[in-house]
């Protein structure tokens, strides 16, 4: 007659074994790494103090990492209504809509959009950029983290 005690430790001996041999390559890392830090960062981010919206300046290097696409506002039926690409809407944590505009050459500043209606991958807005503004329509989410990249 055999024992039902070996066959229901079985279990708890698999999940202390997967832990251990999960936990070791950790423990092969070093106590301290230090980051690399690269003297031709992708982007200069300049915060500014009263809004804290960055203004980011981003170098060659960063540009052709990124591949931004670009379109431009256009004029709402109402006048006071503009319309976005809905690509370019982004949401932060508590659910405030932003677009990421391109007011010079390699320069992208986060601004807030009030968004009155989304119908057909078009946004439409009762405030945000004028029209005729360049918005980032591929990347924009990549803009937004290096905006709040705290590791420099």
Known sequence: M??????????????????IIFALPACAQPAAVSPVVSLDDPAKVEKNATTGIARLTLTERGLDR?????????????????????????????????????????????????????????????DGPAAG?????????ELFGAEFDTAH
Do not use: F, H
Request: some cysteine.
């Open 133 to 141: 503004t360049d918005v980032v329509t591929v990347g924009a989410a």
């Open 66 to 126: 990124l591949d931004l696409k670009i379109e431009t506002v256009k004029p709402g039926a109402g006048g006071t209504e503009v319309l976005l690409p809905y690509a370019s809407l982004l949401y932060d944590s508590s659910g405030k809509t932003w677009v990421y505009t391109n007011p010079a050459a390699r320069v992208y500043q986060r601004q807030a959009v009030t968004v009155s209606k989304v119908e057909a991958g078009v946004v439409t807005a009762t």
């Open 2 to 19: 055999t024992s039902q005690k070996p066959q229901r430790r079985l279990p708890l001996a698999a999940a202390v074994c997967a832990a």
